[in-house]
């Protein structure tokens, strides 16, 4: 069989050494090992060997040499053939697959890696490319390992950080037997407390997998503690003598609870997104840059798709944007630190290397979770792209003002003014931009009405606004 070609070799050659020259399995394993290394002293010796071996019993002299010397030429490409055919085949069968087999490919390739979340974020941004669909974590969909549903892949639980395998394999196990799960209240009282603790739980919030059966994710962390000593209550009095509790005994201790649940603003967009990267390790249902696209463009600067096509045409100078997610600095020739810097943006995640000189300025910008604009020398060479760092800084200073202001859409029932105001304390600006309010007045018409003064339009002011009760959507002038 291919894959096994080098063992199968090398347990003929020393078949061969045993049987014919009379060698020790300790003596056969010293040719076979000669062989490997390619020494010419050593195999002169072995050759040596084989030979008087061979004549002890019988083999005829020219047949011995000869077969000695086959062996010998073997050793010289049988590795590298023995290794080069099976990967040929495997490579091809993988190809096959991802071409015909697309989200089936992904969802496999995932549950291989379910532990290792660098190589679930590669996947995730090669599925991402591809057009496959990976649907967030959900208690109520989603299952312990990656599976593929309606030509989606969906993500797994037991994918998500510090939940644990089996403890996902247990809510997914509750879930067949007694159905969804209506809310939060259903959950805690149905698992076993003891599998899904309270790390367990507030992580499965973090990763937005309560999202579609309750309160926003930013409640649920909060409630988490007096949630889950209510479920474990309920599965003490389940399992203890006293028998399963009344209907009307559970609604009153389940209003006793919502009582007692901190009151919690949910999370901007963009500290959503921060809090899943947390749990899952990476950006899933978005990325914080989503809404600068835009505005990127505008200002020039490329996604790295874009980017990886203009080098590769022969760009050298570009403008790039992203998160960093790690920054590794390692000591130069002379002394001074260099760092690679791995980033992230809506297309995918790349490394830059920041010499001494462009660190020096634009170390403090290059921390870990920050949102940085950044100006690089591309070189495209063997079909790898690779950038080089010149200047970096805060993405909301190269972004600023790049509209001449915003529109905010509300719906006029839900609407609170002074939220609003709220969110625009300490942005005002006389050289930022216009902020003009629209809302329908339920017969077809509009009115507009433009904010006094002029504000710094950077993306904290955007999604500040986005997340203000009663907007609609924010679009730019």
């Not at 994710?217 to 007096?226: G, K, R």
């Not at 003490?236 to 028998?243: D, F, T, Y």
């Not at 020039?300 to 944007?321: F, H, V």
């Not at 609170?416 to 300490?426: C, F, N, T, V």
Request: with cysteine; hydrophobic share 40%; aromatic share 8%.
């Amino acid at each position: 069989t291919p894959p096994y070609g080098v063992i199968v070799y090398q347990e003929q050659v020393m078949q061969i050494d045993r049987t014919m020259a009379g060698y020790s399995l300790g003596e056969a394993d010293l040719l076979r090992r000669a062989m490997g290394k390619k020494k010419k002293e050593e195999m002169d010796q072995q050759r040596a060997r084989f030979a008087t071996g061979a004549a002890e019993r019988g083999v005829d002299k020219d047949l011995a040499d000869t077969l000695f010397g086959l062996m010998e030429k073997f050793s010289g490409y049988g590795f590298n053939k023995s290794h080069a055919a099976p990967y040929a085949l495997i490579a091809y069968q993988t190809a096959w697959l991802k071409a015909n087999t697309p989200v089936e490919f992904y969802a496999a390739s995932m549950s291989l890696d379910i532990s290792n979340t660098d190589k679930l974020a590669v996947f995730y941004q090669d599925a991402k490319r591809q057009g496959v669909k990976i649907r967030p974590p959900d208690v109520n969909r989603s299952f312990a390992d990656f599976e593929v549903e309606g030509g989606e892949v969906l993500y797994a639980l037991g994918g998500i950080r510090n939940v644990g395998l089996q403890a996902m394999e247990h809510v997914v196990h509750v879930r067949s037997e007694g159905g969804p799960f209506r809310d939060l209240f259903d959950f805690v009282e149905r698992v076993d407390p003891r599998q899904v603790n309270k790390r367990c739980f507030e992580t499965l919030a973090r990763a937005g997998a309560f999202d579609s059966i309750d309160l926003p994710s930013a409640p649920v962390l909060a409630a988490a503690t007096v949630l889950l000593r209510h479920g474990q209550g309920v599965n003490e009095r389940e399992s203890s003598e006293q028998g399963g509790l009344f209907s009307s005994d559970r609604v009153d201790a389940r209003e006793a609870v919502r009582k007692r649940i901190p009151k919690r603003d949910p999370w901007t967009p963009v500290e959503r997104l921060d809090e899943e990267l947390s749990a899952v390790g990476f950006y899933l249902s978005g990325h914080p840059l989503d809404d600068m696209v835009e505005a990127l463009r505008r200002k020039r600067t490329d996604l790295l798709t874009d980017a990886i096509a203009k080098a590769e045409a022969g760009a050298e100078a570009l403008r790039m944007a992203g998160v960093v997610r790690r920054k590794q600095e390692k000591p130069g020739r002379t002394g001074e630190k260099f760092a690679f810097v791995t980033l992230s943006d809506p297309t995918g995640e790349y490394e830059v290397l920041f010499p001494p000189e462009a660190l020096r300025t634009c170390r403090d910008a290059l921390e870990p979770g920050k949102a940085v604009a950044i100006r690089v020398r591309a070189k495209a060479k063997d079909g790898e792209v690779r950038f080089f760092g010149d200047s970096a800084e805060p993405i909301e200073k190269a972004l600023e003002n790049v509209v001449a202001g915003l529109r905010v859409h509300l719906a006029p029932r839900s609407a609170e003014i002074d939220a609003l105001k709220a969110r625009l304390e300490g942005s005002v600006n006389a050289r930022g931009g216009e902020i003009v309010l629209i809302a329908g007045l339920g017969d077809g018409r509009e009115v507009e009405v433009k904010l006094p003064g002029r504000f710094t339009l950077n993306n904290a002011v955007r999604g500040a606004l986005k997340s203000a009760p009663g907007v609609v959507f924010v679009e730019d002038l």
